[in-house]
């Protein structure tokens, strides 16, 4: 079982940056793939990035590559989204979640964080 809280959302301007955190609990937590994903209003929730559990491996979606990076700090059961040149359509809820398949689907995470807001004005 992981427990997953996500913080570090707010309100931005257009260019600016955030550093979301999701702290996991549970002692397995190491040994999970590790995702973020998003979900603006009134549409379906997309994949953002993913890290595995050694954080040898990082994906970004094309709509981040170059402005958002994804890392882990498994000393502090952290996964870490660094969101930089953010534009008006990166405003949505954020999500971390967590899965045991090493390189996964979105439908194959099994934990869920709630979610923190980001709103990103022009």
């Known amino acids: 079982q992981v427990q997953l809280v996500e913080s570090g959302g707010g309100l931005v301007q257009a260019g600016g940056s955030l550093r979301l955190s999701c702290a996991a609990s549970?002692?397995?937590?190491?040994?999970?793939?590790m995702g973020w994903f998003r979900q603006a209003p009134g549409k379906e929730r997309e994949f953002v990035a993913s890290?595995?559990?050694?954080?040898?491996?990082?994906y970004h979606a094309d709509s981040v590559k170059g402005r958002f990076t994804i890392s882990r700090d498994n000393a502090k059961n952290t996964v870490y989204l660094q969101m930089n040149n953010l534009k008006p359509e990166d405003t949505a809820v954020y999500f971390c979640?967590?899965?045991?398949?090493?390189?996964?689907?979105?439908?194959?995470?099994?934990?869920w964080g709630q979610g923190t807001q980001v709103t990103v004005s022009s």
């Open positions: 979640a967590a899965t045991t398949v090493v390189h996964p689907t979105t439908s194959e995470y099994n934990y």
């Open positions: 549970g002692r397995t937590y190491i040994t999970y793939t």
């Open positions: 890290i595995t559990r050694g954080g040898i491996n990082t």
